[in-house]
T-cell receptor, first 116, second 112 residues
Framework: EAGVAQSPRYKIIEKRQSVAFWCNPISGHATLYWYQQILGQGPKLLIQFQNNGVVDDSQLPKDRFSAERLKGVDSTLKIQPAKLEDSAVYLC??????????????FGSGTQLSVL | GQQLNQSPQSMFIQEGEDVSMNCTSSSIFNTWLWYKQDPGEGPVLLIALYKAGELTSNGRLTAQFGITRKDSFLNISASIPSDVGIYFCAGHFPGTASKLTFGTGTRLQVTL
């Protein structure tokens, strides 16, 4: 079974530029998540999708971050404009479960973003 | 805010030694999950705990859900070099069923 695919693997941009990350979840997984992991910290949830609808985006900085999940499968996360503090690994995860407390997430390898 | 604190922050042990790490919460938890993250990869689920007092094993790994619901520990017996990585606890605070909160992590190094 193929895992969660993310691209690109690495991205280096200058501050105020725009960047986009792509995620393809495990086939059949209804729930998709984007997490931000700053160096030395645990992952922090940015946004959760159930199919193509947003379940939780309370920690997404909506003035610069946006995300969409076209047709309930692939997802893109965009930052526009980027700030230095956005440097982090952006992890995508998916889950087949609908009951949140029983969720077991499958993570991709992440996109490492460096903002200079 | 709600936090998960892990200790120790890092550990250096010799191959064959046993390891113990724990996680404490500022509030009660409904679920405790333990993940391992290898360098350059995403976290992988090791053990899931759903009831206070629950003790669960997965090979050389054993984890327990604290009776107070505010803590959990993870033990690794007879460590091997591939145990190297960062171990995260995670869980759902009551009322936040859709949001998985991760701890600060314990970095484990195993020397031969």
């Amino acid at each position: 079974e193929a895992g969660v695919a993310q691209s690109p693997r690495y991205k280096i941009i200058e501050k105020r530029q725009s960047v986009a990350f792509w995620c393809n979840p495990i086939s059949g997984h209804a729930t998709l998540y984007w997490y931000q992991q700053i160096l030395g910290q645990g992952p922090k949830l940015l946004i959760q999708f159930q199919n193509n609808g947003v379940v939780d985006d309370s920690q997404l900085p909506k003035d610069r971050f946006s995300a969409e999940r076209l047709k309930g499968v692939d997802s893109t996360l965009k930052i526009q404009p980027a700030k230095l503090e956005d440097s982090a690994v952006y992890l995508c995860a998916s889950s087949p479960h609908r009951q949140a407390t029983n969720e077991k997430l499958f993570f991709g390898s992440g996109t490492q973003l460096s903002v200079l | 805010g709600q936090q998960l604190n892990q200790s120790p922050q890092s550990m250096f042990i010799q191959e064959g030694e046993d390891v113990s790490m724990n996680c404490t919460s500022s509030s009660i938890f409904n679920t405790w999950l333990w993940y391992k993250q290898d360098p350059g990869e995403g976290p992988v689920l090791l053990i899931a705990l759903y009831k206070a007092g629950e003790l669960t094993s997965n090979g050389r790994l054993t984890a327990q859900f604290g009776i107070t619901r505010k803590d959990s520990f993870l033990n690794i017996s007879a460590s091997i070099p591939s145990d190297v990585g960062i171990y995260f606890c995670a869980g759902h605070f009551p009322g936040t069923a859709s949001k998985l909160t991760f701890g600060t992590g314990t970095r484990l190094q195993v020397t031969l």
